[in-house]
């Protein structure tokens, strides 16, 4: 009797267990297929009353976050600018070939934020003494720049960087190209906010480049 009791109360608590368990698990299933919120709309022209900024600071995956957390931007769109082909695909970039760079295309509302706004926080993501490099990343394709879309956003990016230079906060010639802006090809789908479609990759991605700790060296802890 005394067995068949126990059995019994040993049933029970196995199916209790398991149906924690199930519940547990469907919980974590929801978590992990849950849509990503909604990016901001992909843009690479502004309408009406909005303008445009063009930056190159290596990995695009690690240039749009930074500009997506300021008030006034409305797109981010990573692509390819600065090469001889058309169209040009990841794979060809990626060559180092095509003359063409990882870019960011930036579009915002300039009565919430100014062109210099944007200069500084792009500044503050790279290593502009590097020449055809960024951190772990090596070639061309990974060059940094600004290009221009006016004459005033070229006075701007030339007035900041000869300031920098002369502040000696870098220790070397800064080699960051300022150039008028050439076409923008957007990339792959799959590169558009990789910060919110692949997390740990990107994250992984940002903890072994080197660009983090750079950046704390020069600016200090979450300063950039």
Known sequence: MELRKWTFQLAVGFVMLGALLLLLYSGYAREQNKPVEASKPVMTEPAKGLAMATFAGGCFWCMESPFDKL????????????????????????AGTTGHTEAVRIIYDPKKLTYQELLDVFLRQINPTSKDRQFVDVGTQYRTGIYYHDESQKA?????????????????????????????FPAEDYHQDFYQKSPQHYENYRANSGRDQYLNQIWGESQH
Do not use: H
Request: proline share 8%; charged share 20%.
């Open 71 to 94: 008030p006034g931007v409305v797109s981010t769109t990573v692509g390819y600018t600065g090469g001889q082909i058309e169209n040009p695909t990841y794979e060809q970039v990626s």
């Open 156 to 184: 701007v990016a030339v007035k900041t960087l000869d300031a920098l230079e002369k502040s000696g906060r870098f220790g070397a010639p800064i080699m960051t190209e300022v150039k008028p802006v050439g076409r923008f």
